[in-house]
């Protein structure tokens, strides 16, 4: 009965490979975000996106790229990995923008 | 630009005693105060919301709330050693697609 679910936990992988990482939410929420906490445990907005549109684009790299199929889903596909990549990037989810966010469990990613 | 301040700590308390955990924003247009919990290696978890000024209370928390002087704080009492965690304050403005903006939070310590 997890609320907002990330895959996979742990990602270690060599520079310069594309990876995805997956979020599913079962609260019916409308708005679904990626965050990024880095090494200094600073929680940072990626993306958002409501009802399947993207309404936030933080200043990303074009090598990240969101993509939500449904409400329920928002994956995040990065392309090139660099080193400073490496960090937890949390999934959240919220009945609509500017309401309360539940967070996922987080996917560590290591770049080599 | 949005800012929200929170001394990084560590706050240390002894079991039982009171912990005060407080929080600063920039931006006098913000409506949404929430306070999450992280534990080491955990996502962030929602304890309070608040909204409007003045104190909410919910079991041994106490959020507080002064618009005037763009101050939130968290009050815990009777702290058990198992509310040593992160405590991470956030913040939402209103209307439109806006971001939730997070403190870097606060490390609090209970000794038993």
């Known amino acids: 009965d997890t609320a907002v679910s990330q895959t996979p936990k742990y990602l270690v992988t060599q520079m310069g490979n594309d990876k995805s990482i997956k979020c599913e939410q079962n609260?019916?929420?409308?708005?679904m975000y990626w965050y990024k906490q880095d090494s200094k445990k600073f929680l940072k907005i990626m993306f958002s996106?409501?009802?399947?549109?993207?309404?936030i684009n933080e200043t990303v790299p074009n090598r990240f790229s969101p993509k939500s199929p449904d409400k329920a889903h928002l994956n995040l596909h990065i392309n090139s990995l660099e080193l400073g990549d490496s960090a937890v990037y949390f999934c959240?989810?919220?009945?609509?923008?500017?309401?309360?966010?539940?967070f996922g469990p987080g996917t560590r990613l290591t770049v080599l | 630009q949005k800012e929200v301040e929170q001394n990084s700590g560590p706050l240390s308390v002894p079991e039982g005693a009171i912990a005060s955990l407080n929080c600063t924003y920039s931006?006098?247009?913000?409506?949404?105060f929430f306070w999450y919990r992280q534990y080491s290696g955990k996502s962030p978890e929602l304890i309070m919301s608040?909204?409007?000024?003045g104190d909410k209370e919910d079991g041994r928390f106490t959020a507080q709330l002064n618009k005037a002087s763009q101050y939130v704080s968290l009050l815990i009492r009777d702290s058990q050693p198992s509310d040593s965690a992160t405590y991470l304050c956030?913040?939402?403005?209103?209307?439109?697609?806006?971001?939730?903006?997070f403190g870097k939070g606060t490390m609090l310590l209970v000794s038993p």
């Open positions: 959240a989810s919220s009945r609509g923008p500017n309401n309360e966010q539940f």
């Open positions: 609260l019916g929420h409308d708005t």
């Open positions: 996106y409501n009802n399947k549109e993207l309404i």
């Open positions: 931006d006098r247009g913000s409506q949404s």
């Open positions: 608040i909204y409007s000024n």
């Open positions: 956030a913040v939402n403005i209103e209307g439109g697609y806006s971001t939730l903006t």
